[in-house]
């Protein structure tokens, strides 16, 4: 284990280097392009390192998604990370101060990403044989719930023995996570009729304020004692002010405790019914991610991670938290999941998005006893 940890304080500037190469190629979900210039990126540090490339996954809509395979056995590891990113092309930029590295996607989760290729990179070098076949897939629209990945991580799972995800750990604590809420995402179209808002008010049915009483009452259903909430994300509607609209969408995102309350809030939320005569609801979209549920095995992993921690001189905490990942996926398969192995910092999907330095060697170490010693 020391050799390991070594090796990384080392190697530190040029895991730093790969990590600014993969920031700099920025990777919004929702554009391609950028997205599959992103995964070129990977492909090449995975060659320059492995001497091969990931299996490439070509998609129509989003990038690319690649499959890396990594050492031999019957059994199998699967390490999830994705490289697409909330932000916007031009949103933020990458630099440094101090022991903060900031930068769109960094934390969640490009850092994280690279961090894994290092810490295989750290067993191909030392020439440390593992117990099980790695696979290691990179996909691209996580941050949009999965779209076109869900198979496929859940295709993997039904072969893997278990799954490590590499999300960034709690902020303040930097836990691991062996719980999360369950996500649901609905886009609601309201079609109303539209006429001149001075001459023929009357003749018009307002499809922006039939979305108005419709958020008001979606946001009525968040419950905190129960762990549920509903938050309206997106408005679109209209277009000129002297017309009154016959056309809104509204966005919604649902997260909850427990698989009984995702599932009524589905039934709800397909069941609205107009406020306003005349207006027609269209609800597209539904449950995404189920809850990931601390279990027996799911705890006996992190009791493993902690140990393994302890001797790097880290002390190692768990958590539930609020927000969802492919972690969901793999542990409603029954596979023993564990969340939260990748970067430290703070600011997911916040404007000071940014990872801590200092805590590469650590937690990359950590990645790579675990996966030794599964």
Same mark, same amino acid.
């Not at 492995?50 to 299996?55: D, I, L």
């Not at 994705?82 to 934390?107: A, C, E, M, Q």
């Not at 030392?126 to 941050?143: A, G, Q």
């Not at 609020?322 to 542990?331: F, K, R």
């Given at each position: 284990? #020391?050799?390991?940890?070594?090796?990384?304080?080392?190697?530190?500037? @040029? =895991?730093?280097?790969?990590?600014?190469?993969?920031?700099?190629?920025?990777?919004?979900?929702?554009?391609?392009?950028?997205?599959?210039?992103?995964?070129?990126?990977? @492909?090449?540090?995975?060659?320059?390192?492995?001497?091969?490339?990931?299996?490439?996954?070509?998609?129509? +809509?989003?990038?690319?998604?690649?499959?890396?395979?990594?050492?031999?056995?019957?059994?199998?590891?699967?390490?999830?990370?994705?490289?697409?990113?909330?932000?916007?092309?031009?949103?933020?930029?990458?630099?440094? #101060?101090?022991?903060?590295?900031?930068?769109?996607?960094?934390?969640?989760?490009?850092?994280?990403?690279? @961090?894994?290729?290092?810490?295989?990179?750290? /067993?191909?070098?030392?020439?440390?044989?593992?117990?099980?076949?790695?696979?290691?897939? /990179?996909?691209?629209?996580?941050?949009?719930?999965?779209?076109?990945?869900?198979?496929?991580?859940?295709?993997?799972?039904?072969?893997?023995?278990?799954?490590?995800?590499?999300?960034?750990?709690?902020?303040?604590?930097?836990?691991?996570? *062996?719980?999360?809420?369950?996500?649901?995402?609905?886009?609601?179209?309201?079609?109303?009729?539209?006429?001149?808002?001075?001459?023929?008010?009357?003749?018009? =049915?307002?499809?922006?304020?039939?979305?108005?009483?419709?958020?008001?009452?979606?946001?009525?259903?968040?419950?905190?004692?129960?762990?549920?909430? =509903?938050?309206?994300?997106?408005?679109?509607?209209?277009?000129?002010?002297?017309?009154?609209?016959?056309?809104?969408? =509204?966005?919604?995102?649902?997260?909850?405790?427990?698989?009984?309350?995702?599932?009524?809030?589905?039934?709800?939320?397909?069941?609205?019914?107009?406020?306003?005569?005349?207006?027609?609801?269209?609800?597209?979209?539904?449950?995404?991610?189920?809850?990931?549920?601390?279990?027996?095995?799911?705890?006996?992993?992190?009791?493993?991670?902690?140990?393994?921690? +302890?001797?790097?001189?880290?002390?190692?905490? $768990?958590?539930?938290?609020?927000?969802?990942?492919?972690?969901?996926?793999?542990?409603?398969?029954?596979?023993? *999941?564990?969340?939260?192995?990748?970067?430290?910092?703070?600011?997911?999907?916040?404007?000071?998005?940014?990872?801590?330095?200092? $805590?590469?060697?650590?937690?990359?170490?950590?990645?790579?006893?675990?996966?030794?010693?599964?």
């Amino acid at each position: 284990m #020391d050799q390991i940890k070594e090796y990384l304080v080392r190697h530190q500037e @040029q =895991i730093k280097k790969d990590i600014q190469y993969l920031v700099e190629a920025e990777s919004p979900s929702n554009e391609k392009r950028l997205t599959d210039a992103c995964g070129r990126r990977i @492909q090449q540090l995975l060659d320059r390192y492995f001497g091969y490339k990931a299996k490439e996954i070509k998609e129509e +809509k989003y990038g690319n998604h690649l499959r890396f395979e990594y050492g031999k056995g019957k059994e199998t590891i699967l390490l999830l990370s994705h490289f697409d990113t909330v932000w916007n092309k031009g949103s933020l930029s990458y630099r440094v #101060d101090g022991n903060k590295i900031y930068g769109p996607g960094i934390l969640d989760m490009k850092a994280g990403l690279i @961090q894994a290729i290092w810490a295989l990179k750290v /067993c191909e070098d030392l020439r440390i044989p593992l117990n099980k076949k790695i696979v290691f897939l /990179c996909t691209s629209d996580e941050e949009v719930g999965s779209p076109s990945s869900k198979h496929l991580i859940e295709k993997e799972a039904k072969g893997s023995e278990y799954a490590l995800v590499l999300e960034p750990p709690v902020v303040g604590t930097g836990a691991l996570k *062996t719980g999360r809420k369950g996500s649901s995402r609905y886009f609601i179209d309201i079609k109303g009729k539209a006429s001149h808002a001075g001459n023929n008010h009357k003749e018009g =049915i307002s499809a922006i304020k039939e979305a108005a009483e419709q958020i008001v009452f979606l946001e009525s259903l968040t419950d905190y004692k129960k762990g549920t909430t =509903i938050n309206v994300g997106s408005v679109k509607g209209g277009g000129k002010l002297n017309v009154v609209p016959d056309s809104a969408t =509204i966005g919604v995102n649902v997260r909850v405790r427990t698989i009984d309350e995702q599932k009524r809030l589905d039934n709800i939320i397909k069941s609205l019914a107009p406020h306003q005569e005349g207006i027609t609801i269209k609800v597209r979209g539904g449950m995404n991610r189920p809850p990931m549920n601390r279990n027996k095995e799911s705890i006996k992993l992190f009791r493993l991670a902690k140990r393994l921690a +302890k001797d790097l001189g880290m002390d190692l905490e $768990e958590a539930y938290v609020g927000g969802g990942s492919d972690g969901n996926l793999t542990a409603n398969m029954g596979v023993p *999941t564990l969340d939260g192995l990748g970067a430290v910092g703070r600011g997911i999907h916040a404007k000071n998005e940014h990872i801590l330095a200092s $805590e590469i060697p650590n937690r990359t170490a950590l990645l790579c006893t675990l996966i030794l010693n599964l």
